[in-house]
């Protein structure tokens, strides 16, 4: 079945550094590729997402492009801050099914 | 942006007994979704739902475990009997579409049973 994976399970980092959190995806066709951002005690948010070849998604200086040719979907952002700490889960909205399927996470630590 | 709404924002219940947990999603989404999330672990999709009817539904939805949105009010999951291994929280979701759109979420209902 579709899946997404995560490689990252924690990730800690510096203000101002460079991020990177990979997601790579399984499925057929071409599924919708969605980043979200889960704070503490708090429902997961929409960050962003992307419907084809090449699209890149952005928002709140996150970005990541749609990469069919290594089933990627890559989280990235030039310079973080202490406020981007937070659960960043990558989904796949499959087009054969109706569900939408969660990565395991990857929790981001960033230390001022 | 838009708002789902979970009541109750957590309950404490005795195992065998009954629970709902209800969703009040974005007025003109049609799909509805229920996901189930134990203390730090990840997202697990449970069900989703579209006019008047289950379109999928994974292992974790046992038998015991039931949806339904009976007039466009709430969309609720009803567990009964619950188990031990029910104590999680659960996400409600709605889209406008199928799962080619955005999901918005709500702040889950925490559900221990004791």
């Known amino acids: 079945g579709d899946s997404v994976t995560q490689t990252e399970g924690q990730v800690a980092l510096s203000e101002e550094d460079f991020l990177t959190i990979h997601c790579n995806y399984s499925?057929?066709?071409?599924?919708?590729l969605f980043w979200y951002v889960q704070y503490p005690g708090e429902g997961p948010q929409f960050l962003f997402r992307?419907?084809?070849?090449?699209e890149k998604g952005s928002s709140r200086g996150f970005e990541a492009t749609y990469d069919k040719g290594t089933t990627s979907f890559h989280l990235r952002k030039a310079s973080v801050q202490e406020s981007d700490s937070a659960v960043y889960y990558c989904?796949?909205?499959?087009?054969?099914?109706?569900?939408?399927?969660f990565g395991t996470g990857t929790r981001l630590q960033v230390l001022p | 942006g838009p708002k789902v709404l979970q009541i109750p924002s957590h309950q404490i219940i005795d195992m065998g007994q009954m629970v709902t947990l209800n969703c009040d999603p974005v007025?003109?989404?049609?799909?509805f979704y229920w996901y189930k999330q134990i203390l730090g672990q990840q997202m697990e999709f449970l069900v989703n739902?579209?006019?008047?009817?289950?379109?999928?539904k994974s292992k974790l939805f046992k038998d015991q475990f039931s949806v339904e949105r009976p007039d466009g009010s709430y969309f609720t999951l009803k567990i009964q009997p619950t188990a031990l291994e029910d104590s999680a929280v659960y996400f409600c979701?709605?889209?406008?579409?199928?799962?080619?759109?955005?999901?918005?979420f709500g702040e889950g209902s925490r559900l221990i049973v004791v």
């Open positions: 499925a057929s066709g071409y599924p919708a």
């Open positions: 979701a709605s889209s406008s579409d199928s799962s080619g759109n955005t999901l918005y």
């Open positions: 992307a419907s084809r070849d090449k």
């Open positions: 989904a796949l909205g499959s087009s054969n099914t109706n569900k939408v399927v």
């Open positions: 007025s003109n989404h049609l799909y």
């Open positions: 739902f579209y006019n008047g009817k289950v379109m999928e």
